[in-house]
Structures are given as C-alpha cells and as structure tokens.
C-alpha cells in the first residue's frame, strides 16, 4: 500500500504559522483516524491531533489545543499550526488508523499502521 506523504515543514520564528500537508489518496476511502504525531530525538513519539472526518470527531493535545487545526479535505490532510512555541519543533508525522482501530484509534500511535516518513519543523525563539 501507498504511504502517506508529508509536506509544508520549516522553520519559523516563534509566534508564526505553518501548514503541514500530507497525501494520504490510498486510505481516504477508509474512513478510518488519520492523524499527526511528532517527535524529537531521545522522545517518544507523541499525538498532536486526530480526525474521524466521517462523524467530524477531532481530538487535539492538550500542548496544541486552540492554536492548531486538523481537516481532512479530498483525501489531504492537514495541520494548521498558529502561534508556534520552541517547543513545537519536531519531526512531524502524518498516520492512518490501523483497521483494528479504524473507528477507535483517536490519539493513541499504536493505534496508527500507515506513516509517513515525517516533515520537519523548527519554530524559533
């Protein structure tokens, strides 16, 4: 199966915007969670938001909550990011829900089967 793919990581000064795209066209039929995730070397990989676009259930971290937004428009999904902090930077990854969790998955990664290979963003001081 295709994997999801990334784009739209940078850097940015602290206080600015990003959006972060992936391409996920072999899942979007499926219905199922897709989400982001980010990561910073010698840390687990953590949840930022998902989106059961069926129902319009999203989730969000509470590090992210009121300054990022996930949608999911023609199989792209994408993560609005305003009012970025320093500790925002990370490896970001996009992720479909495995079919075990389709409808289950939320914010929990080992619920997630499909990944990209991640966008970085470095959000400056």
């Known amino acids: 199966q295709m994997q999801p793919v990334e784009s739209g990581g940078g850097s940015v000064q602290a206080g600015g915007s990003l959006q972060l795209s992936c391409s996920a066209s072999a899942y979007g039929s499926s219905g199922c969670y897709m989400g982001w995730f980010r990561q910073v070397p010698g840390k687990e990989r953590e949840a930022v938001a998902s989106i059961l676009s069926s129902v319009g259930r999203t989730h969000y971290a509470d590090s992210v909550k009121g300054r990022f937004t996930i949608s999911n428009a023609k199989n792209t999904l994408v993560l609005q990011m305003d009012s970025l902090k320093p500790e925002d930077s990370a490896m970001y990854f996009c992720?479909?829900?495995?079919?075990?969790?389709?409808?289950?998955?939320?914010?929990?990664?080992?619920?997630?089967?499909?990944w990209g290979q991640g966008t970085q963003v470095l959000v400056s001081s």
């Open positions: 992720a479909v829900a495995s079919a075990t969790w389709c409808y289950g998955a939320m914010l929990r990664p080992d619920r997630y089967a499909y």
